[in-house]
């Protein structure tokens, strides 16, 4: 399968404090992405990282990828409260064909 | 705002009944994305659409259909309902090799 999988599964932080999230997978990629999902909600996309980056960042976000390990990391600095949600990573095929593979997740739970 | 619209959040079917999850982006967008998430799970597809009444298999495409008559609308039918497809549907659509725009879901029950 080409289905990510993040790690830790669940993380508890106090607010202010960084959340890293990492994420493996299995084959060659185009893309790889990060989403957020609040509780019972659809999903929300915060970062595209291609191949050929190595890193990027959008706000408190900071998304690292390293194609020779097949792993990622999503870093939330100065975590809020509202940041509490479950955060997926996501790959596409190598083929070229836009679909994407998500792993289960990783719960963040953000202590005031 | 970009939009992805699902016609229903909640929904309660009995198991034979023939089920539509009907699924509507206001973005032109070419590529559209039925997935279903269980615990445990994850994300897991089962059909998608690069274009209008063009449909391709994903993962778990048993027991589904799909259509897709114009561009901004793609239908999932669940042929005969079953227990088993109790489960949170999402819908997405995109543009090729970019982040997803999703809607909110429709948590589908099976009685």
């Known amino acids: 399968s080409q289905q990510g999988e993040e790690d830790p599964q669940a993380l508890s932080i106090q607010e202010g404090e960084n959340a890293t999230m990492n994420c493996s997978y299995k084959?060659?990629?185009?893309?790889l992405q990060w989403y957020r999902q609040n509780s019972g909600r659809g999903l929300v996309h915060l970062i595209l990282?291609?191949?050929?980056?190595r890193e990027k960042h959008s706000g408190r976000l900071r998304v690292t990828l390293d194609t020779s390990k097949k792993s990622s990391s999503l870093l939330i600095t100065a975590s809020r409260a509202a940041d509490t949600a479950s955060y997926f990573c996501?790959?596409?095929?190598?083929?070229?064909?836009?679909?994407?593979?998500f792993g289960t997740g990783t719960r963040l739970t953000v202590i005031p | 705002d970009v939009k992805v619209t699902q016609s229903s959040r909640y929904l309660v079917k009995r198991t034979g009944e023939k089920v539509f999850l009907e699924c509507v982006q206001d973005?032109?967008?070419?590529?559209m994305f039925w997935y279903r998430q269980d615990p445990g799970l994850g994300l897991r597809l089962i059909y998608f659409?690069?274009?209008?009444?063009?449909?391709e298999k994903g993962d778990i495409p048993e027991g589904y259909s799909v259509s897709r008559e114009k561009k901004e609308r793609f239908s999932l039918i669940l042929e005969s309902a079953s227990t088993n497809q109790t489960s949170m549907y999402l819908c997405?659509?995109?543009?090729?090799?970019?982040?997803?725009?999703f809607g909110s879901g429709t948590r589908l029950t099976v009685v």
């Open positions: 996501a790959t596409d095929a190598w083929t070229g064909a836009n679909n994407l593979f």
């Open positions: 084959t060659s990629i185009n893309n």
């Open positions: 997405a659509s995109s543009p090729f090799n970019a982040g997803y725009t």
């Open positions: 973005m032109d967008h070419e590529n």
């Open positions: 990282i291609r191949s050929n980056e």
């Open positions: 659409s690069y274009d209008v009444k063009m449909k």
